[in-house]
């Protein structure tokens, strides 16, 4: 990774006072121009459905997230107009999930990024797409 395009700290202090990704513990954990990887320790108190799997609700937030501070990276303000979500596997209480999303397309008006979900062993749990509607600019520094 680039030092120069490395943006983590710069996101963490955007997001550090946001209440929902602090609630559902998320972390930022990598972010560089159109790129983000984000990690949440699945509680069972706080995640998990009647099987003590991750909420879809969980995995879709998450997901979201790392696919909304990839657009964020690149001083776009944004918010999702849409988004599809293909649940492939169920994560476990106790375990963490890792979401990496990146840009597939920036226009002017509109993003478009692709998120993944795994586990921390690379397990496929979730696939989304999501289209970002451009609300203005945000500083980085």
């Known amino acids: 990774m680039d030092l120069a395009e490395d943006k983590t700290e710069q ?9 929902f990704v602090n609630y559902l513990d998320m972390k930022i954990e990598e972010v560089t121009s159109g790129y983000a ?5 699945v509680d069972y108190e ?29 001083g ?19 375990e963490t999930a890792i979401a990496t999303a990146k840009i597939i397309h920036q226009g002017r008006r509109t993003i478009v990024a692709e998120g993944i979900v795994e586990n921390l062993e690379g397990k496929l749990i979730g696939k989304l797409q999501a289209t970002f509607f451009v609300i203005g600019e945000i500083s980085l520094d």
Do not use: P, Q
């Not at 990887?37 to 320790?41: I, P, T």
């Not at 776009?76 to 106790?94: D, Q, R, Y």
């Open 37 to 41: 990887k984000m990690s949440m320790y």
């Open 76 to 94: 776009k303000k944004v918010v999702t107009l849409a988004m599809t979500t293909n649940f492939i596997s169920v994560i476990e209480a106790g």
């Open 46 to 74: 706080k995640h998990t459905n009647l099987h003590r799997a991750l909420h879809g609700g969980g995995l879709i937030s998450l997901a979201d997230t790392a696919m909304g501070i990839a657009c964020v990276s690149t």
């Open 11 to 19: 996101l963490r202090k955007i997001y550090a006072d946001n209440k």
